[in-house]
T-cell receptor, first 117, second 115 residues
Framework: ETGVTQSPTHLIKTRGQQVTLRCSSQ?????VSWYQQALGQGPQFIFQ???????GRGNFPPRFSGLQFPNYSSELNVNALELDDSALYLC????????????????FGPGTRLTVL | AQSVAQPEDQVNVAEGNPLTVKCTYS??????LFWYVQYPNRGLQFLLK??????LVKGSYGFEAEFNKSQTSFHLKKPSALVSDSALYFC?????????????FGTGTQLKVEL
């Protein structure tokens, strides 16, 4: 196990609702990255937080937002849910620098399965 | 832009035989390459990475990968497959964007090891 935890494990929402997913990073890690994995696809990068600041964003609309807290845990918020938001949401923690440390490996949590009806 | 291609959706191999899962990449500058494995209803588990140095990288559970710069490939290998190796394997390349870093993943290769 990596020491990265995510909650909840599963979630069912209806279209238009809002959702918050949570991630606790591995002890000693200061960077959290969020990925969306649709069924049958590889994970797609949503954004990354380094020491409480957003540090890179993928091709996702602004209704996907996040936070990182002083203890380096993180939240992913999605507003105005759409059917296509149904996916496995993965959080990964790592020990990074602002420039991206070359040895920084991302360790993943078990994911949150979101279903939008 | 960075990209990863995993040309095989599924690889079947008999237990005890060697296995290879293929990966090619495209990236500006030096690539940092990773292999992850995903078991059903689980997150991704890190297997190994290439940063620099020796082209043959050894990782967890007897897996290894060979970096080939001229062919832009990073194939995953294991000398003797086990049934328990059956899982979904992802190759990823690391990009540095806007001062941070992200992993760009391939679409995955389902490995099935049969008795």
């Amino acid at each position: 196990e990596t020491g990265v935890t995510q909650s909840p494990t599963h979630l069912i929402k209806t279209r238009g609702q809002q959702v918050t997913l949570r991630c606790s990073s591995q002890s000693g890690h200061n960077t959290v990255s969020w990925y969306q994995q649709a069924l049958g696809q590889g994970p797609q990068f949503i954004f990354q937080y380094y020491r409480e600041e957003e540090n890179g964003r993928g091709n996702f609309p602004p209704r996907f937002s996040g936070l990182q807290f002083p203890n380096y845990s993180s939240e992913l918020n999605v507003n105005a849910l759409e059917l296509d938001d149904s996916a496995l949401y993965l959080c990964a923690s790592s020990l990074g620098t602002i420039a991206g440390g070359v040895t920084d490996t991302q360790y993943f949590g078990p994911g949150t399965r979101l279903t939008v009806l | 832009a960075q990209s990863v291609a995993q040309p095989e959706d599924q690889v079947n191999v008999a237990e005890g035989n060697p296995l290879t899962v293929k990966c090619t990449y495209s990236v500006s500058g030096n690539p940092y390459l990773f292999w992850y494995v995903q078991y059903p209803n689980r997150g991704l588990q890190f297997l190994l990475k290439y940063i620099t140095g020796d082209n043959l990288v050894k990782g967890s559970y007897g897996f290894e990968a060979e970096f080939n710069k001229s062919q832009t490939s990073f194939h995953l290998k294991k000398p003797s497959a086990l049934v328990s190796d059956s899982a979904l394997y992802f190759c990823a390349v690391r990009a540095i964007t806007g001062g941070g870093n992200k992993l760009t993943f391939g679409t995955g290769t389902q490995l099935k090891v049969e008795l």
